[in-house]
């Protein structure tokens, strides 16, 4: 007899690390299906977990890995050995910050020597092109086909897909950007230090900083004051605020408003 399609989709499972990206709880919500929540160090992630799976390519085998790269920089030679162990699952590296890191955190070279990995990126964070909603994946030719079938048709627009290609032969607008980005972060760091705030270290184009203090208040205060941050509760960062990087002037705003928050 079958198994009934909603008790089979109970079944499945995802490993994802928290905080990570929300939409993939949206996903495993549509499906019915468990999150098991699991650090990126091959040790916490145990094959007990993913031996129930039936199929190389089911969801039950699908392992985020939105923050790798982070891991990647503290246990090098485990990224390697967390694919190896994972031959069943499909193993999907999010690089989306990836050009604004520094070289060694690229695993592209490392993911790809594995037929089970794909490796994603997008051109919203160091191209500057988010109202394009364009991003490319890379991978075994084998999971680029199965990806294919399933994929929206017309996913991306014509003319995302004409600025893309032309966005990945201007290296030279990349570099200014991430040049840009690393000077931002810079005079924010030091801002925040001035204002006698802590902040979480980041390689990115964001900045997430401890208030010390319930960060509603004063997110709403920085709305009066023209300034938009993004309250990060929902990650279970009640006292934080992310913070992007901007222009120097626009960086040299948000601490002053700031400042003023806090005195109020």
């Given at each position: 007899?079958?198994?009934?399609?909603?008790?089979?989709?109970?079944?499945?499972?995802?490993?994802?690390?928290?905080?990570?990206?929300?939409?993939?709880?949206?996903?495993?919500?549509?499906?019915?299906?468990?999150?098991?929540?699991?650090?990126?160090?091959?040790?916490?992630?145990?094959?007990?977990?993913?031996?129930?799976?039936?199929?190389?390519?089911?969801?039950?085998?699908?392992?985020?890995?939105?923050?790798?790269?982070?891991a990647?920089?503290?246990?090098p030679?485990?990224?390697?050995?967390?694919?190896?162990?994972?031959?069943?699952?499909?193993?999907?590296?999010?690089?989306?910050y990836?050009?604004?890191?520094?070289?060694?955190?690229?695993?592209?070279?490392?993911?790809?020597?594995?037929?089970?990995?794909?490796?994603?990126?997008?051109?919203?964070?160091?191209?500057?092109?988010?109202?394009?909603?364009?991003?490319?994946?890379l991978?075994?030719?084998?999971?680029?086909?199965?990806?294919?079938?399933?994929?929206?048709?017309?996913?991306?627009?014509?003319?995302?897909?004409?600025?893309?290609?032309?966005?990945?032969?201007?290296?030279?607008?990349?570099?200014?950007?991430?040049?840009?980005?690393?000077?931002?972060?810079?005079?924010?760091?030091?801002?925040?230090?001035?204002?006698?705030?802590?902040?979480?270290?980041?390689?990115?184009?964001?900045?997430?900083?401890?208030?010390?203090?319930?960060?509603a208040?004063?997110?709403?205060?920085?709305?009066?004051?023209?300034?938009?941050?993004?309250?990060?509760?929902?990650?279970?960062?009640?006292?934080?605020?992310?913070?992007?990087?901007?222009?120097e002037?626009?960086?040299?705003?948000?601490?002053?408003?700031?400042?003023?928050?806090?005195?109020a």
């Open positions: 007899m079958l198994d009934d399609p909603v008790e089979a989709r109970r079944r499945l499972a995802a490993l994802l690390r928290h905080p990570g990206f929300q939409r993939c709880d949206w996903i495993l919500l549509a499906h019915l299906a468990r999150r098991i929540d699991a650090w990126s160090e091959p040790d916490v992630i145990g094959e007990r977990e993913l031996s129930r799976a039936r199929h190389p390519f089911s969801i039950s085998n699908l392992v985020t890995a939105d923050q790798l790269a982070r990647a920089e503290q246990y030679e485990q990224t390697r050995e967390l694919l190896e162990r994972l031959p069943q699952a499909l193993v999907i590296v999010d690089q989306a990836v050009d604004f890191a520094a070289a060694e955190l690229d695993l592209t070279p490392t993911a790809l020597s594995f037929a089970n990995a794909v490796v994603v990126r997008t051109f919203s964070k160091a191209w500057g092109a988010a109202g394009l909603r364009v991003g490319y994946g991978s075994h030719p084998q999971v680029a086909e199965l990806l294919n079938r399933v994929r929206q048709p017309f996913n991306v627009n014509s003319l995302a897909l004409v600025a893309a290609e032309v966005a990945l032969d201007d290296l030279e607008h990349l570099q200014r950007a991430v040049a840009a980005n690393r000077a931002g972060m810079a005079q924010l760091e030091a801002g925040l230090r001035a204002l006698g705030l802590g902040f979480i270290p980041s390689v990115a184009n964001f900045i997430c900083v401890d208030l010390g203090r319930p960060a208040a004063v997110n709403q205060a920085l709305l009066e004051r023209g300034c938009i941050v993004r309250p990060v509760a929902n990650y279970g960062l009640p006292d934080h605020l992310r913070v992007s990087i901007g222009l002037a626009e960086n040299a705003r948000l601490l002053s408003a700031l400042g003023q928050a806090l005195a």
